[in-house]
């Protein structure tokens, strides 16, 4: 994992992040403290925005965080740049629609607000341009919601405050922290 992912923060190395999925769950999305994070986000979704029609999820990985997702939509769209991710999401949720591309190729339509939510888990860090990724989030939906940990604050903090009517709030389990922001365009 470790040699998969060296040179991948902030520069949109798509290969070596596809590389990282030649292991299954290479994030360890099974365990505790990331389930903690999917019922977390799914509570600050449900205050929020109540249930939702559909969900463009970007960096959805093998589909882990959208089986959580899936509990408060009717359609789940997942986008991520690996395609071995991308056929597991498939497997694990063949109700869900996925694709292996990134967010400005995504094949569903390109018509303001699309969807009802467009979520980044855990996403924005490891792309090159953070902001032009929050306006084309801001564009494809009528809401949105990111996460990112802690230490990332500094780098992506910065494109996630700009956006108008951003709420926030911090999510933690043991030691890790995550800041959660959420706004609505419509």
Known sequence: ???????????????????????????????PMERARFEATNGVIEQAF?????????????????????????????????PAAIERARVRLPQAHFAAVDLFQQ???????RFDLVT???VLYYLS??????????????????????????RVGPHVEAIPGLQKTWIHHGGTAWLIGWWRDA
């Open 1 to 31: 994992m470790k040699y998969a992912l060296r040179g991948v923060g902030g520069n949109d190395n798509h290969a070596r992040l596809d590389l990282a999925y030649r292991m299954p769950d290479p994030w360890n999305m099974e365990s």
């Open 50 to 82: 109540g249930r939702v029609g559909s969900v463009l999820e970007i960096g959805c990985g093998e589909g882990h965080q959208t089986q959580h997702l899936a509990r408060l939509s009717d359609e789940q769209y997942g986008l991520d740049v690996s």
């Open 120 to 122: 980044a888990c855990e």
């Open 129 to 154: 341009d953070p902001a032009a990724t929050v306006a084309r989030m801001r564009h494809l939906g009528r809401c949105g919601l990111v996460t990112f940990f802690a230490p990332a604050c500094g």
């Open 107 to 113: 094949p569903w339509g390109e018509e303001r607000h």
